[in-house]
Nanobody, 126 residues
């Protein structure tokens, strides 16, 4: 089973940017579908962004469309989430997830992912 580790979270002000990274070890994620989810205190985990095994198939939640960009570097076994124009409502723990199987399409349901990271906290102050 692939081990996923997120990094790049932190405390920023509204309007700032952050880039989250998700590095995989113990196996390759090169052909897996990958996604980012987030969970705010008192709320359920929600989908943020997903990418198929190439950089051409991506999908975003409406709340982040136009502000966040998901990408992957298969040579580095890494997935990124570039977050621009951050808002206080983006405050949450962000989780990286991998399907664990080949996927060309970007998958949006948490149930489609078998590998999860431990999460990284993103806090946006107003």
């Amino acid at each position: 089973q692939v081990h996923l580790v997120e990094s790049g979270g932190g405390l920023v002000q509204s309007g700032d940017s952050l880039r989250l990274s998700c590095v995989a070890s113990g196996g390759t994620i090169n052909t897996d579908g990958m996604g980012w989810f987030r969970q705010a205190i008192g709320k359920e985990r929600e989908f943020v962004a997903a990418i198929g095994w190439t950089n051409t198939n991506t999908y975003y939640a409406d709340a982040v469309k136009g502000r966040f960009t998901i990408s992957r570097d298969n040579a580095k076994n890494t997935v990124y989430l570039q977050m621009d124009s951050l808002k206080p409502e983006d405050t949450a723990v962000y989780y990286c997830a991998g399907t664990g199987y080949w996927s060309m399409i970007a998958r949006t349901q948490a149930s489609e992912y078998g590998d999860w990271g431990q999460g990284t906290q993103v806090t946006v102050s107003s």
